[in-house]
């Protein structure tokens, strides 16, 4: 079985913001593989099915971000049973708007629900889907950044960022995370080349390729960040 946990705040209020990108992503996904949702626990939602003849779980926790892993780790030992099948979604300060990177194991790069899950594991070998969201502003703090909404710009390349990632998460599924590494990963890093400063006038707007040659456009106590 895979479970694919993709990480936000529950409530309309954080519905919009950079944080909830990894909701964003395993709704999509849910919806292309015609999973529905429930509630687990007042935890969690979660879906069941299949895809590529695989077993698939997604789950979104609703325990806040900075306590993610409360949710995380009692669904990994009861239907994983401590398989490294995982991967959990989630935006990533480091990466520009539009890019995202597969990878597995590692620490928490500053994220609050990552590191939340680490600690309730106590074990980093599970693959991560890193969604960019830039770094914020100069005098703007990472945390009040994150629970920002998008700008109206990116809102409306967003449908595209977040298709791109659902199709790389069922790549993972289907044909094995390290096809997925190679095909997903490799197109970002030829991309990053494409971007590297150009002579004066000859800079052009260009889109993030997907895996399959379309563009995308691109915490505390009970806390949520």
């Given at each position: 079985?895979w479970?694919?946990?993709?990480l936000?705040n529950?409530?309309?209020?954080y519905?919009?913001?950079r944080h909830?990108?990894?909701?964003?992503?395993v709704?999509?996904?849910a919806q292309?593989?015609g999973?529905?949702w429930?509630?687990y626990?007042?935890?969690a939602?979660?879906?069941?099915?299949?895809?590529?003849?695989?077993?698939?779980?997604?789950?979104k926790?609703?325990?806040?971000?900075n306590?993610?892993?409360e949710?995380?780790?009692?669904?990994?030992?009861?239907?994983?049973?401590g398989?490294?099948?995982?991967?959990?979604?989630h935006?990533d300060?480091?990466l520009p708007?539009g890019r995202?990177k597969?990878?597995?194991?590692?620490?928490?790069?500053?994220?609050?629900?990552v590191?939340?899950?680490l600690?309730a594991?106590?074990?980093?070998?599970?693959?991560?889907?890193?969604?960019?969201?830039g770094?914020?502003?100069?005098?703007?703090t990472?945390?009040?950044?994150?629970?920002?909404?998008?700008?109206?710009?990116?809102?409306?390349g967003?449908?595209?960022?977040?298709?791109?990632?659902?199709?790389?998460?069922?790549?993972v599924?289907?044909?094995g995370?390290?096809?997925?590494?190679n095909?997903?990963?490799?197109?970002?890093r030829?991309?990053d080349r494409?971007?590297?400063?150009q002579?004066?006038g000859?800079r052009?707007t260009?889109?993030?390729?997907?895996?399959?040659?379309?563009?995308v456009?691109g915490?505390?106590e009970?806390t949520?960040?």
């Open positions: 079985m479970i694919i946990v993709g936000g529950p409530g309309e209020p519905r919009l913001t909830n990108a990894g909701f964003w992503v709704d999509a996904f292309r593989q999973i529905a429930k509630p626990k007042r935890r939602e979660i879906g069941r099915g299949r895809v590529g003849g695989e077993d698939v779980l997604v789950m926790p609703l325990t806040f971000m306590r993610s892993g949710a995380v780790a009692p669904i990994w030992r009861s239907f994983c049973g398989d490294e099948r995982m991967i959990v979604v935006d300060l480091d708007f995202m597969l990878r597995k194991g590692g620490g928490s790069g500053g994220h609050k629900g590191e939340s899950i600690e594991l106590d074990w980093d070998g599970f693959f991560r889907l890193k969604i960019g969201i770094r914020p502003a100069e005098g703007q990472p945390e009040a950044y994150v629970l920002s909404r998008f700008r109206p710009e990116e809102l409306e967003m449908p595209l960022v977040v298709s791109a990632a659902a199709e790389a998460l069922e790549t599924v289907r044909e995370p390290e096809r997925a590494m095909r997903y990963n490799i197109i970002q030829q991309w494409r971007e590297e400063p002579k004066e000859e052009k260009r889109q993030a390729p997907t895996g399959k040659g379309r563009t456009a915490g505390k009970e949520d960040g």
